[in-house]
């Protein structure tokens, strides 16, 4: 009786169980379903996105974010539409450029050279846009002409935080995915230097655009950036300080636990020394518990400084524009190209008025550059030297892309002493030896402009040509 039990029911079991096989089936393919580098697919990564997520979302459309699911459902004319639709409404949006086009040359089926792009959505989102921005920029630029050797470039865009471990377990993600070839990032130079050695032991380049760092120089061979070492902002700010604006008794205000901050005091303390110039011993370091601007610059007045150097943390520029708005226009105000941001202006207003810093690039000083029109057209106005040196930095990768397939070869092309790509101002070329940009230094000063271009009241203004 039990054995003919038995036989009526296992026709009905196992028409139930084909039938929640065939409603699983493309989920469970979806799940084993490879990526085509043969690794986890990014979808399921929270930071990582090649085009299914919207990580930044201080800037786009609901548009963007129905691509993003187009995108991560398979569906790429859709997604194509929506995010050729979030651009039409808000131009200004890297992220949604970037997935478009990803988005193409999944639609063309193209052979692609994959890049990744780290930046600190999470902490800096404004910064993070800046240099998306210039690898946006580069990547639709490089793909409208053809793309590399006939394939397609596609970014992936990670979000970092700028934090030491974030940035760690962001690099050990994509260096473990074999179809990137290498990564433009990070931002901050304690994320770079936290990064770099995952890198450079399972050899994948890493180009930062804007840690400027003494200790990445000749780090190791895979290891690149697009601006000059902290040594050099240093050098030129010191001496402009000492023996054109003839002032000594400087205090400084740094960031102890920043290495951007460090290396820059360190370097700017013995070149005004060198000069001939002093630098007061006062304290005032923003990474203290018990930091006080108005304490600070009380003390810097008491101790009959002449001048005051401001060198932050991107992560903590309010810190910086409390110490101005505590000066009150009594002491001359100096900072590092950290400070060469429009929360600078925005915040600091006639506080930061007169400051002057050293960078890289501006848009007044690269008139024969077809880079600061087309940017305007991109973005609907003027863009910051880290969309420039981020610009910088991916076009130098799709041009030695087309000449490499993988990583070794890539690193190769980079270090190669002839190596040379087209950059937003300068040429874009490494030291064979560090990895550093060869690039001359120029000073700004912020000004009160009516109207002004950053549409703050105040405008950083060149003053001084690039010296070499």
Not at 134 to 150: L, R, S, Y
Not at 315 to 339: Q, V, W
Not at 362 to 378: E, L
Request: aromatic letters at 8%; one cysteine or more; charged letters at 15%.
């Amino acid at each position: 009786m039990k054995s003919s039990q038995q036989k009526k029911q296992s026709p009905i079991l196992w028409i139930i169980v084909g039938m929640a096989i065939a409603f699983s089936l493309p989920y469970l393919m979806q799940l084993w379903k490879p990526s085509p580098s043969g690794v986890v697919s990014l979808a399921s990564e929270p930071d990582i996105s090649l085009g299914d997520k919207v990580l930044l979302k201080t800037v786009g459309t609901a548009d963007k974010q129905a691509g993003a699911e187009a995108f991560g459902a398979g569906d790429y004319q859709k997604a194509l539409m929506a995010f050729e639709a979030s651009l039409s409404k808000q131009r200004n949006d890297p992220e949604a450029l970037i997935y478009f086009n990803n988005t193409t040359a999944k639609l063309k089926s193209q052979a692609t050279a994959e890049l990744a792009v780290s930046v600190p959505i999470g902490t800096n989102p404004n910064v993070a846009a800046e240099i998306l921005r210039g690898v946006a920029q580069a990547q639709d630029e490089i793909n409208t002409k053809g793309g590399t050797a006939g394939r397609a470039l596609v970014i992936s865009i990670a979000n970092d935080n700028n934090d030491i471990q974030k940035s760690k377990a962001i690099a050990q993600k994509l260096v473990a995915r074999s179809s990137v070839l290498g990564v433009v990032g990070h931002n901050a130079s304690n994320a770079s230097l936290s990064a770099a050695p995952l890198y450079q032991a399972n050899q994948m380049v890493m180009v930062s655009p804007t840690s400027f760092t003494n200790q990445l120089s000749g780090f190791g061979s895979y290891v690149f950036r697009a601006i000059p070492p902290a040594s050099l902002f240093a050098n030129h700010l010191a001496n402009h300080v000492v023996t054109t604006a003839k002032l000594s008794n400087i205090a400084v205000c740094y960031h102890s636990k920043v290495a951007d901050s460090t290396s820059f005091r360190d370097d700017f303390l013995g070149f005004v020394s060198n000069a001939g110039g002093n630098v007061l011993s006062t304290p005032c370091d923003m990474s203290a518990p018990e930091f006080n601007p108005e304490v600070a610059l009380q003390n810097m007045i008491d101790d009959k400084a002449a001048a005051i150097v401001i060198i932050p943390s991107i992560d903590e520029l309010p810190k910086s524009m409390a110490i101005a708005t505590a000066n009150r226009n009594r002491l001359p105000l100096f900072g590092s190209s950290t400070t060469y941001t429009y929360q600078t202006l925005k915040e600091g207003q006639s506080a930061v008025q007169g400051m002057i810093l050293p960078a890289v690039w501006h848009p007044q000083n690269n008139r024969d550059s077809i880079f600061p029109q087309a940017a305007k057209r991109y973005w609907g106005g003027e863009v910051s030297w880290r969309t420039a040196t981020s610009y910088d930095a991916t076009m130098a990768l799709g041009q030695a892309l087309d000449q490499a397939k993988t990583r070794r070869e890539l690193q190769q092309a980079l270090r190669q002493s002839s190596f040379s790509a087209v950059g937003a101002g300068d040429a874009v070329r490494f030291d064979p030896q560090t990895g550093d940009r060869v690039l001359p230094i120029q000073l700004l000063q912020i000004k009160a402009s009516q109207p002004s271009r950053s549409g703050t009241g105040f405008d950083f203004m060149p003053l001084e040509n690039p010296s070499k």
